[in-house]
């Protein structure tokens, strides 16, 4: 199928992504060589595509952002050594289009991130995300100073989702 | 001005101290980067230690150090900015207490490596240092404002526990109580070692094999093999093996299994989360049940490797492992 036959091309979805993210200028060098693609584990064990989605990205298709594809990336880096140019960062970009995704509501629903929401509370409340057995705790005022960095980070929202969940399931447990 | 170079420069000191390259670390302070998963392989602290300690070196862990973080940024939880500020409080928090800080986890190295490489984007490093200076507002302290500034010269240098082990090769061959026995070993570095973006800084850095955890295992008598998946991911791929397990495994099962291929006694790595991924029993039982085929070659961190082969206790290399496959083997194989 040819791939940009169902879109024109436009550049807003570029801009977008670049005013965001400045180094993701650098997609434009892509050659199309294809190189990111067969070092890729996750195109070895899913239809994930990197090329693809870099066409797409310079199409201004934003169905990439619906795409199940990008939450399949290993973020190996394989990509970024493998790459014939020298700055294209594919693993900042899909960490990118996964923000959008997770912006207009595409991402993963939370209860895919439910190990997340464990590990997100210990980090807020212990500033680890396994409980030290091998040294002292964090001091009080650090984990402050860590909570303050976080403010209205995601990681907040998780945690307080979670807070949510064990409070209804309370609620249902004691009706 | 450029941030990004917090890697200790390994061929400056093999050039100055061509003979014995631990006495660079004589005079300096020595800290251990706190990997979240060392909870699960004690061993891999204490390994490196221990042996730093019988060293006389002056080894610690900093008290205010917190986690990498980079669990969170890789899965859209902080921002860049957010990452880049708990890095850089780690980083001046350490640089207070110490000249070097050992990683003996992948993860943690790349996120304090690129944690720094983000900053060269000015707009993140505003955005950085604005988040930093925020900090004053909520603690009426003295420290503040100014307690975390970012500094473009950190003292501090930053270097893996493989680079450093293979730095200071013969002090740790002298250190050992026992040997490899020719065992055939598979190694597996990790992408977050084998694909360190700053090595294309330097055709020669970008082009040379990695072959350090070879040259390792070759010098503690054991037999280094060859395998197909060597370069291969371990399966965790930022929580991959959470997000779509079946996939994830699918990559640890082809690694484990082409090790196994060529007769492999163990796997050996320099990360506690690809240990983590390629040991944990319940993602063999998985395998097992979705591949059909029961996997069993156990899989050992470099420190506890090294742990072991120096004559250490139990309880100071491969404490909490019982269930991993077949370690106890390993671990009698090299003792008896
Ligand atoms: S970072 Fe993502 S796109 Fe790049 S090689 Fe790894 S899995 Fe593939
Ligand atoms: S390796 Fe680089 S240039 Fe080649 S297709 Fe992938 S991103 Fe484009």
């Given at each position: 199928?040819?791939?940009?036959?169902?879109?024109e091309w436009?550049?807003?979805?570029?801009e977008?992504?670049v005013?965001?993210?400045e180094?993701n200028?650098?997609?434009?060098q892509?050659?199309?060589?294809?190189k990111?693609?067969?070092?890729?584990?996750?195109?070895k064990v899913s239809?994930?595509?990197v090329?693809?989605?870099?066409g797409k990205?310079?199409?201004g298709?934003?169905s990439?952002?619906k795409d199940?594809?990008?939450?399949?990336?290993?973020?190996?880096?394989?990509?970024?050594?493998?790459c014939?140019?020298?700055?294209?960062n594919i693993?900042?970009?899909?960490?990118?289009?996964?923000?959008e995704s997770f912006?207009?509501?595409?991402?993963?629903?939370?209860?895919d991130?439910r190990?997340?929401?464990?590990?997100?509370?210990r980090?807020?409340k212990?500033?680890?995300v396994?409980?030290?057995?091998?040294?002292?705790?964090?001091?009080?005022?650090?984990?402050?100073?860590?909570?303050?960095?976080?403010?209205f980070?995601?990681?907040?929202?998780?945690?307080?989702?979670s807070?949510?969940?064990?409070?209804?399931?309370?609620?249902?447990?004691k009706? | 001005?450029?941030t990004?170079?917090?890697?200790?420069?390994?061929?400056e000191?093999?050039?100055?101290?061509?003979?014995?390259p631990?006495?660079?670390?004589?005079?300096?302070?020595?800290?251990l980067f706190?990997?979240?998963?060392?909870?699960?392989?004690p061993?891999?602290?204490?390994?490196?230690?221990?042996?730093?300690?019988?060293?006389?070196?002056?080894?610690?862990?900093c008290?205010?150090?917190?986690?990498?973080?980079?669990?969170?940024?890789?899965?859209?939880?902080?921002?860049?900015?957010?990452f880049?500020?708990?890095?850089?409080?780690?980083?001046?928090?350490?640089?207070k207490?110490?000249?070097?800080?050992l990683?003996?986890?992948n993860?943690?190295?790349?996120?304090l490596i690129?944690g720094?490489e983000f900053?060269?984007?000015?707009?993140?490093r505003?955005k950085?240092q604005d988040?930093?200076?925020q900090?004053?507002?909520?603690?009426n302290s003295?420290?503040?404002?100014?307690?975390?500034?970012?500094?473009?010269?950190?003292k501090?240098k930053?270097?893996?526990?493989l680079?450093?082990?293979?730095?200071?090769?013969?002090?740790?061959?002298n250190?050992?109580k026992?040997?490899?026995?020719?065992?055939?070993?598979?190694?597996?570095?990790?992408?977050?070692y084998?694909?360190?973006?700053?090595?294309?800084?330097?055709?020669?850095?970008?082009?040379r094999?990695?072959?350090?955890?070879?040259?390792?295992?070759t010098?503690?008598?054991?037999?280094?093999?060859?395998?197909?998946?060597?370069?291969?991911?371990?399966g965790?791929?930022a929580?991959?093996?959470v997000?779509?397990?079946?996939?994830?495994?699918k990559i640890?099962?082809?690694?484990?299994?082409?090790?196994?291929?060529?007769?492999?006694?163990?796997?050996?790595t320099?990360?506690?989360?690809?240990?983590?991924t390629?040991?944990?029993?319940?993602?063999?039982?998985?395998?097992?049940?979705?591949?059909?085929?029961?996997?069993?070659?156990?899989?050992?961190?470099l420190?506890e490797?090294i742990?072991?082969l120096?004559?250490?206790?139990?309880?100071r290399c491969?404490?909490?492992?019982r269930?991993?496959?077949?370690?106890e083997?390993?671990?009698?194989?090299?003792?008896?």
């Amino acid at each position: 199928m040819d791939e940009s036959s169902n879109s024109e091309w436009n550049w807003d979805f570029y801009e977008e992504l670049v005013d965001d993210v400045e180094e993701n200028k650098n997609i434009i060098q892509c050659i199309s060589c294809g190189k990111c693609v067969g070092d890729c584990p996750a195109s070895k064990v899913s239809s994930f595509n990197v090329r693809k989605v870099i066409g797409k990205v310079l199409r201004g298709d934003k169905s990439v952002l619906k795409d199940s594809d990008i939450w399949y990336c290993y973020l190996c880096e394989r990509c970024k050594r493998v790459c014939p140019k020298d700055n294209i960062n594919i693993p900042l970009l899909i960490i990118n289009l996964r923000n959008e995704s997770f912006k207009k509501g595409y991402g993963p629903k939370y209860n895919d991130l439910r190990k997340y929401v464990e590990m997100s509370e210990r980090f807020l409340k212990t500033g680890v995300v396994l409980d030290e057995p091998l040294g002292k705790k964090l001091p009080a005022e650090r984990i402050d100073e860590l909570n303050e960095i976080c403010n209205f980070a995601r990681i907040k929202y998780v945690f307080k989702a979670s807070k949510s969940t064990t409070k209804s399931k309370k609620r249902k447990d004691k009706s | 001005m450029n941030t990004t170079n917090l890697a200790l420069n390994l061929t400056e000191i093999e050039e100055m101290y061509p003979e014995n390259p631990i006495d660079f670390f004589r005079d300096k302070k020595l800290c251990l980067f706190k990997a979240c998963l060392e909870k699960y392989f004690p061993g891999v602290r204490f390994g490196i230690e221990d042996f730093l300690t019988d060293l006389e070196l002056n080894v610690m862990t900093c008290t205010n150090q917190s986690c990498c973080s980079g669990t969170f940024f890789q899965r859209n939880l902080i921002t860049r900015a957010q990452f880049g500020a708990i890095n850089e409080r780690n980083l001046s928090e350490i640089n207070k207490i110490a000249d070097i800080l050992l990683f003996s986890c992948n993860g943690c190295y790349n996120s304090l490596i690129r944690g720094r490489e983000f900053l060269n984007n000015p707009d993140v490093r505003k955005k950085t240092q604005d988040i930093l200076n925020q900090l004053k507002n909520k603690n009426n302290s003295d420290n503040y404002p100014g307690k975390y500034e970012i500094v473009d010269d950190l003292k501090l240098k930053l270097v893996h526990d493989l680079d450093f082990f293979y730095l200071i090769k013969n002090s740790v061959v002298n250190a050992l109580k026992y040997d490899l026995k020719d065992m055939k070993v598979a190694v597996h570095y990790g992408c977050h070692y084998l694909n360190l973006s700053r090595d294309k800084d330097s055709i020669d850095e970008y082009l040379r094999p990695k072959t350090k955890l070879e040259e390792l295992i070759t010098l503690f008598g054991g037999n280094p093999v060859d395998y197909q998946e060597r370069e291969s991911c371990c399966g965790w791929g930022a929580s991959q093996v959470v997000i779509h397990p079946k996939e994830a495994l699918k990559i640890t099962f082809n690694k484990l299994k082409s090790a196994e291929n060529v007769g492999a006694d163990f796997m050996v790595t320099p990360c506690p989360t690809c240990l983590y991924t390629l040991s944990k029993p319940e993602y063999r039982e998985k395998m097992q049940k979705w591949y059909g085929e029961k996997l069993e070659i156990p899989t050992i961190h470099l420190n506890e490797l090294i742990a072991i082969l120096r004559g250490c206790e139990e309880e100071r290399c491969i404490t909490l492992r019982r269930k991993t496959p077949r370690i106890e083997e390993i671990f009698e194989i090299i003792t008896q």
